[in-house]
C-alpha cells in the first residue's frame, strides 16, 4: 500500500516546479515522488527505481498533454491513449509537446502518432471458423488470448508480470483479477494446470510488489482491486495439485487479506469507516468496495469530467464512487445508483455489497484451512472465527426477509438496497445461505430473473451495461453453481441450457465469443456502458467450456 498524502504532495511539488524548468527542483520532486510511493508496511517487497518510474500513471506522467488528448477526444475509446507505449523519454515528448504545440500547423493526433506506438490488436487477423463447434473456436483461441512474460524494458502504462497470462480480449489486452478466475475454470477443463498457475504465481507477484491485486496490470488501475477471487483460483489449483499448494499461496493470500481489512483497529462507534472496512453500530465488521486514488479515471477521463459538470456533484466523491463501483468490477450497474437512471447518483462507498462479502467469507475459510495445513492451530482458529462472523453478519444485513432474496445494505441509510440483482447468489455459492433461504432464492430467479439465454444481471433496465437485458458469464456460472448446492439442480440446468444456447447462437451469427448477452433476445449480443461489446472472450470461454463438461 502506498503513502498517498505524500505521494500526491510531491506530484503536486513535481508538476509545479516542471513548470519553472529549473532541472534541479525537479530532480529533487522526483526523489521525492519515488520515496512517497515506497510501502509502508513490512510484508510489502519494494520495488526497484525502474519499477517505480513504471508505476506513474499516464495523467501523472503526461499531463497537459494527456488531458488534451483526452478532453479532445483523439481516439473514440478513452482507453486507447492510456495503452500506448511512448517512443521517447517522458522528458523528450514533454519538450516535444511544448515545441509542437506552438506551430500554426499542430495536429494533436499527428503529434500522438510521431510519439506514441499504438496498443497492439492482438486478433485483428484471426478468422473465425463458424463450421466449427464452439468449443473447437474456443481452442483455436487460446494462444490469440496468450500473452508471454511482459518485458521489463515496458516504459508505457503496463505493469511487466513474469509468467504467462490469458487476457480477456478485444480492448482489454491486460490480465484483470476478477475475469481470471472464470477464465481459469475453463483452463482448468482445457487440461491447462501449468498455465493457471503461473497466473497464480503472477497474482502472488503482483500482492509481493504492489501490496495487493489491481484491477489489471495498467499503472492506472493502481489504488483499487476488484472481487477476491484469489482464493477461489488457489483452491481450483489445490485441487489438480494437492493441498501443498495451500502452504505456497498462504503467504500471499494473508497479504491480500491484510489489504481488504486495513484499517479494521483503526474502526470506533465515531469513526466507522477506513478504506474498504466498515464496522456497523453493532460492532460487526464486514467490507465495501473503494479506490485509494481520487481523480477521474485515466482511461474513462473525458467521460468522468462530464459526468462530475453535468451531475452538479462535488467531484471528488463522484470520482471516489465511480473508481469504487469500478473495483466491484459492475461499472455499471444500478445497484450503486440513488436513481437508477442516472450514474451521476452512484454511491458505491455507502453499500455493503454481499458479493464482496461472501468472497471474503471464503477468503478467511481458506486462510483457516492454509494454517491448518501448516500445523498453526492458532491462526486457524482466528481466520475460522473471523469467517463465521462475517456469515453471522451477512446473514443479519444482505438477507432481506420482505424479499426473500440476499441483497446490499446500504449502510448511510441503514437499510437494504433497491436493487435485486445476480450477486444475491454468492450466498448460495459459498454455502452461506440456509436451505430454506436457498429456497427462497430459487424462486425468484425462476420467476423474475430467467430468461430464454439465461439469467438477468438485474431486473432493472437502464442503459447500463450490468442491468437488464445483459447476461454475464461469471454471474451465470455463480448462480448456476449455487442452485446446485442446495439441490436445485433442475433450475440450474435450465439456465445452464439457455446460456450455453445464446452462446452457439451468436457465434454462429458472428463468428465471436462475446463478454456479455443480452438473455432477452437470443438474437443480440449485449449493449450498454461506455464501449462497444467486445470479443475474444476470457471468462465467456472459461464458462462455456466448464458448463459443457457438466451438461
Excluded at 479532445?72 to 475509446?77: H, S
Excluded at 439456465?495 to 456479455?516: C, P, Q, S, Y
Aim: hydrophobic share 35%; with cysteine.
Amino acid at each position: 500500500m502506498v503513502n498517498l498524502s505524500a505521494r500526491y504532495f510531491a506530484k503536486t511539488f513535481y508538476l509545479y516546479v516542471k513548470k519553472m524548468k529549473n532541472s534541479y527542483l525537479v530532480f529533487i520532486s522526483m526523489f521525492l515522488l519515488m520515496m512517497a510511493c515506497q510501502p509502508n508496511e513490512s510484508n510489502k517487497t519494494p520495488l526497484s527505481t525502474s519499477d517505480e518510474k513504471r508505476m506513474l500513471t499516464p495523467d501523472e506522467r503526461f499531463g497537459a498533454l494527456f488531458e488534451a488528448v483526452q478532453t479532445q477526444a483523439i481516439f473514440p475509446d478513452s482507453k486507447t491513449f492510456v495503452d500506448c507505449t511512448p517512443k521517447f523519454s517522458t522528458q523528450e515528448i514533454m519538450d516535444n509537446y511544448d515545441t509542437a504545440k506552438k506551430s500554426e500547423n499542430f495536429s494533436l493526433k499527428a503529434f500522438v502518432m510521431d510519439n506514441f506506438e499504438l496498443p497492439k490488436k492482438y486478433a485483428s487477423d484471426f478468422e473465425a471458423d463458424t463450421s466449427r463447434s464452439v468449443e473447437e473456436h474456443i481452442t483455436a483461441l487460446w494462444p490469440i488470448l496468450l500473452r508471454e512474460p511482459d518485458q521489463q524494458k515496458n516504459n508505457g502504462s503496463l505493469l511487466p508480470l513474469p509468467h504467462p497470462y490469458i487476457v480477456p480480449g478485444g480492448r482489454f489486452g491486460e490480465i484483470y483479477y476478477w475475469d481470471s478466475y472464470f477464465t481459469i475454470l475453463g483452463l482448468e477443463q482445457a487440461g491447462k494446470i501449468g498455465l493457471i498457475e503461473n497466473m497464480a504465481d503472477n497474482f502472488a507477484y503482483l500482492i509481493d510488489t504492489v501490496g495487493y491485486i489491481p484491477n489489471g496490470n495498467r499503472t492506472y488501475f493502481l489504488g483499487r482491486s476488484q472481487p477476491p477471487f484469489f482464493a477461489a483460483i488457489v483452491n481450483v489449483l489445490a485441487g489438480a495439485k494437492g493441498d501443498e499448494i495451500y502452504n505456497q499461496y498462504l503467504p500471499a493470500l494473508e497479504k491480500e487479506y491484510n489489504f481488504w481489512m486495513a484499517g479494521m483497529d483503526k474502526l470506533s462507534s465515531e469513526n466507522n469507516t477506513h478504506r474498504r472496512v466498515v464496522r456497523l453500530p453493532d460492532g460487526m465488521i464486514l467490507n465495501r468496495y473503494y479506490d485509494d486514488h481520487i481523480a477521474p479515471r485515466p482511461e474513462s477521463y473525458k467521460e468522468d469530467v462530464e459526468l462530475a459538470r453535468e451531475s452538479g456533484r462535488d467531484p471528488d466523491d463522484l470520482y471516489l464512487n465511480l473508481r469504487a463501483a469500478c473495483e466491484s468490477g459492475w461499472d455499471f450497474s444500478s445497484r450503486w445508483l440513488t436513481d437508477p437512471q442516472d450514474l451521476g447518483t452512484i454511491h458505491t462507498t455507502d453499500i455493503i455489497p454481499v458479493d464482496l462479502n461472501s468472497l471474503l467469507f471464503n477468503l478467511e475459510q481458506t486462510l483457516a484451512k492454509a494454517k491448518r495445513g501448516a500445523n498453526n492451530s492458532e491462526d486457524a482458529e482466528l481466520y475460522s472465527q473471523r469467517a463465521m462472523n462475517r456469515k453471522r453478519a451477512i446473514q443479519k444485513y444482505c438477507w432481506d426477509e420482505n424479499r426473500n432474496f440476499y441483497v446490499d445494505y446500504d449502510f448511510k441509510k441503514g437499510a437494504p438496497t433497491p436493487t435485486l440483482s445476480l450477486a444475491g447468489t454468492y450466498p448460495l455459492y459459498f454455502e452461506i445461505a440456509e436451505l430454506d433461504q436457498a429456497k427462497a432464492v430459487a424462486k425468484i430467479l425462476r420467476n423474475d430473473f430467467l430468461k430464454p439465454g439465461g439469467v438477468l444481471s438485474t431486473l432493472n433496465n437502464t442503459g447500463e451495461q450490468w442491468d437488464a437485458p445483459n447476461g454475464w458469464a461469471p454471474l451465470q456460472w455463480m448462480t448456476v453453481q449455487g442452485l446446485n448446492n442446495y439441490g436445485e439442480s433442475i433450475l440450474a440446468d435450465e439456465i445452464k441450457t439457455n446460456w450455453l444456447a445464446v452462446n452457439e447462437r451468436v457465434f454462429k451469427n458472428t463468428g465471436k465469443m462475446v463478454e456479455k448477452y443480452n438473455v432477452v433476445d437470443m438474437g443480440l449480443e449485449g449493449g450498454g456502458g461506455e464501449y462497444p461489446v467486445q470479443d475474444g472472450f476470457g471468462w465467456s470461454n472459461g464458462i462455456y467450456l466448464k458448463m459443457l463438461e457438466e451438461k
